[in-house]
């Protein structure tokens, strides 16, 4: 007999399992502003993707016709929206439509892991961004039986707008530190020594002292290399595209501000648009310091400790709910040690209270009836299919520095980056309002096209 397979639809930018070529990904901005985005996208689709299930991934930084919305109400049983730091004044107009699109699909809706973004002193909220969250949550909430959010900070937010906790909504932390299910990997710890080969992330628009500090490591911990995330910089050091304007309202000392910095001439400089890449790269190093969050919790599923200094309260919700070590940024003198840090953090916390958080992050998804690939204790009996599917992809390699490349190289770039300029200004390329895939099978990681598979087993 014939089993009917569940459709669900994520939100992602692109789907884990797509192989895009870092022209494509960089130019089009597939990784959603950031390859942080990569980590809690896989994490959630890795879990939802059981043996009757089929994943399809949806973009909503766009708007949705009618036809798009009849099509969703046609071939989906649930739409499962991982978001990061949605509630912030930034992302109001977005939050709205989702809100609008939520209202008009009928079927399930629930969200995963949905953060609020706020300064480590003050507020930045407003009654328009107040507004916005309580028709965000009061939609959702009609499609679901729970909201999952981020941490503490978000909690303390929405009851003051409200809601209550462990009815509306439940702290579930992120979902990327679930890749794995119940067992992180365990750390590597091992003496930080200037021998030591490290990873590092920054942020540009960080205070001074913060740059220094990062400076003060560089030279330190000589075998470093540095991961820029977002696709402002990415495209900075992939083609030398200039900062669009109030992306930075200054440029900080010791920040390697395109490729013709020295740390991206010597190929210190390094970055990603697929997950598996990443986390290889990581595994190679003995650990990761930095201001990104998800630069860091990337490096713990490597296997790397790593310690995060904290610039607001987003970071700081999560680096608490998974006991990641951090520092705040006010707390950073100008003597600060990396070294000191180091010898005084407790790395072992994280994987100490790791199994009883994702046990309720898996009661949070069953309590909204998503079936995962993990039993009631949590075991993930076998190879899951997202894994299974995962290895017959040969995903991009690292992306380099354009001034790190030779002259050959450069002049295929510069080929790719010109035929992807053409589409998107052409607007031919990636206005689909879902991504699906149908080959399984991957193409080679040269040429014009891209390869991966859809999201089923």
Known sequence: MNTKMKRILVRAGMSPLQNYLPNEAIIHNLIGNNIGNLLFQSGVCKALLC?????DTMNTARPYSQEDI???NEEYDCLVFPFANAFRRS??????????LVKQVRCPCVVVGVGMQEPLEGRLSSTKLDTAVADFMKAILQKSS???????????????????????????????MYLY?????????????????????????????????????????PDHQYVPQVVEELRQMYMGKKYPAGFAKRIPKHFPVDFTHPAYQSGVGISFVNLPS???????????????????????????????????????????YHEIPYLTIQELKKDTSIFDLYDKADFSRIRKGHRKRFMHYLDFLQTNNLSTIFDEKGNCP???????????????????????????EQLKRLRGIYREEEKRHSGTAYQAFLYRYQGEESSPIEGDGHAGGNLQP
Request: charged share 25%; aromatic share 10%.
């Open 91 to 100: 992302f109001i107009d977005q939050l709205n439509a989702v809100t609008s």
């Open 181 to 221: 299910g119940k067992k992180l990997p365990e750390l590597r710890i091992e003496d930080l020594t200037p021998y030591s080969r490290v990873s590092m992330n920054s942020k540009i628009s960080l205070p001074q002292k913060f740059h220094d500090f990062m400076y003060r490591c560089s030279r330190e911990l």
């Open 70 to 72: 009849r099509q969703i």
């Open 278 to 320: 990443w986390l290889k790269y990581l595994k190679d190093k003995d650990f990761s310091v930095g201001s990104r969050i998800h630069g860091n919790i990337a490096a713990i599923l490597a296997g790397t400790p790593c310690y995060i200094i904290a610039s607001d309260k987003r970071i700081i919700e999560l680096a608490d």
């Open 382 to 408: 076998g190879t899951a299919p997202f894994d299974q599917l995962l290895k017959k992809i040969r995903f991009a390699p690292p992306v380099r520095a354009f001034s790190n490349l030779s002259p050959q």
């Open 51 to 55: 043996q009757d299930t089929v994943i």
């Open 146 to 176: 729970m909201v999952g959010v981020r941490g503490e900070y978000t909690a303390q937010y929405l009851t003051k707008l409200g809601f209550r906790a462990e009815r509306d909504f439940t702290v579930i932390g992120c979902p990327s």
